[in-house]
């Protein structure tokens, strides 16, 4: 096809794929029956919808579509799956336990977290709101957050009622899929807030979908306007994107990212560590010095939280700290991404480093955050087939799990705090 219809957001959105089926189409012999095969059964074991843009697609090396690292990520197969670790439940993050109004998550004294809306230009497998994002699928049935007047009239005035609430993070779901009158009105009604002070638009879009910020102006507009609006009432206005390999990084988004930069929008980067997709210190230093050429400013890499449904994608908390050793002292300092775990349970982010006690042999890691409550601990498993196999021994053995668990939370010192999640 010509370039120009390519690089339509409209024909983006419009061809973009939700069935195997359609994939099959759209792919004719580029890839192998076995594979698609494999796909189709994936998808129906998948817990999050699939939606893949012809920009994601096109990204794909189709003559190795295993190992590709983009496939990996938005394309579910069934024959890489591996058994979910039993420590494993959906919301792993506990974030509908510290919401006050649906879809609004107050989990630090100063931050809120507002889910506009459940859908995104694309479905990642490992999506951690994987309980509410991208409606129900055969093996899950989500709650779901609506873009819904009511609601965000709630969400408003909860953040209106609190004085403490200095940032507000608006995500999803993704900001990119709403119409830029109703991104127009939240951003706007937000900076209305003298006490808001930072809002962060957080979107997947300038990674799988990046044509939009170029073509579709009223969105770019929308966003733009509120910088410019908040920027002269000392408010911040940024946006926060996911980019995770090297090879979402076209020259279409380096356009958008250029537009963006010489509009004055601030962009920072959080990347999800997964496992044969950005875990080895080439892939990722590559990810960091290309992101900070275009001046997006790598923020944060996250350990892959406990996600059912894709085990084989998680790194131990080992590989995760030796890689960010490596990354660390490639290039500046405030483009070098701090590594964090969201602790499981509602502890929120924690560096990596900051265990109070981690064993290799039974993948425990136990943090706390006093932050958020000086009395509990959070516990973090690494996958099972990355243990040595006297952990993997234990972990088989059911009346072992509650005693692992027990012997690290005493390693810890914490035997007098509480779990964040019962075992
Ligand atoms: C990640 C997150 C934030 C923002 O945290 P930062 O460390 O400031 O990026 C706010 N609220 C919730 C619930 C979060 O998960
Ligand atoms: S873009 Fe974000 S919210 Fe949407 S599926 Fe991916 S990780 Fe989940």
């Known amino acids: 096809m010509d370039e120009a219809t390519f690089l339509d957001p409209k024909f983006q959105n419009k061809h973009s794929v939700t069935s195997p089926e359609a994939l099959q189409q759209l792919l004719g012999d580029l890839a192998s029956p076995e594979f698609l095969e494999d796909v189709a059964a994936g998808f129906a074991q998948a817990p999050m919808n699939v939606r893949l843009s012809p920009y994601i697609l096109s990204r794909i090396d189709w003559t190795n579509p295993y190992e590709d690292p983009i496939r990996r990520q938005f394309v579910p197969v069934a024959s890489t799956r591996l058994p979910d670790h039993p420590g494993l439940r959906f919301d792993s993050l506990g974030e509908q336990d510290d919401s006050p109004t649906n879809g609004l998550v107050h989990r630090y004294p100063d931050k809120v977290l507002f889910l506009a809306l459940d859908v995104c230009p694309v479905y990642c497998r490992f999506c951690t709101r994987s309980y509410a994002i991208g409606g129900s699928t055969d093996t ?30 608006l995500s999803g779901g993704d900001a990119f899929m709403l119409p830029a009158r109703k991104l127009r009105e939240l951003l706007m009604s937000l900076l209305a807030i003298p006490h808001v002070r930072r809002v962060r638009v957080a979107s ?16 770019t507009d929308a966003l733009c306007d509120a910088v410019d609006h908040g920027r002269k009432q000392g408010q911040e206005v940024c946006l926060h994107t996911h980019f995770n390999t090297p090879e979402e990084i076209s020259y279409i988004s380096r356009d958008a990212m250029d537009l963006l930069f010489q509009r004055g929008v601030k962009v920072r980067n ?154």
Request: aromatic share 10%; hydrophobic share 35%; net charge negative.
């Open 204 to 219: 997947k879009g300038p990674a799988v979908m990046p044509m939009k910020i170029l073509g579709d102006t009223d969105w």
């Open 270 to 423: 959080q990347s999800v560590l997964i496992r044969g997709v950005n875990d080895d210190p080439a892939r990722m230093t590559t990810l960091v010095k290309r992101l900070s050429a275009i001046n997006v400013q790598p923020y944060y890499v996250y350990q892959h939280d406990m996600v059912k449904g894709v085990e084989e994608l998680r790194t131990s908390l080992a590989d995760s700290i030796e890689l960010e050793r490596w990354v660390r002292g490639t290039t500046a300092g405030f483009n070098t991404p701090t590594f964090v775990t969201d602790a499981p349970g509602g502890g929120g982010k924690r560096d990596l480093h900051s265990f109070d006690y981690y064993d290799e042999t039974t993948g425990i890691s136990i943090y706390r955050s006093p932050s958020v409550d000086p009395d509990q601990y959070y516990v973090y498993f690494d996958p099972l087939d990355r243990l040595p196999a006297a952990g993997r021994r234990r972990w088989a053995d059911p009346d072992e799990h509650a005693r692992m668990v027990k012997e690290a939370v005493l390693a810890a010192g914490l035997s007098g705090f509480e779990p964040a999640t019962p075992m």
């Open 140 to 169: 899950v049935d989500k709650e779901g957050y609506k873009p819904k007047p009511e609601r965000w009239h709630k969400g408003l005035a909860y953040i209106a009622s609190r004085p403490e609430v200095e940032d507000v993070v």
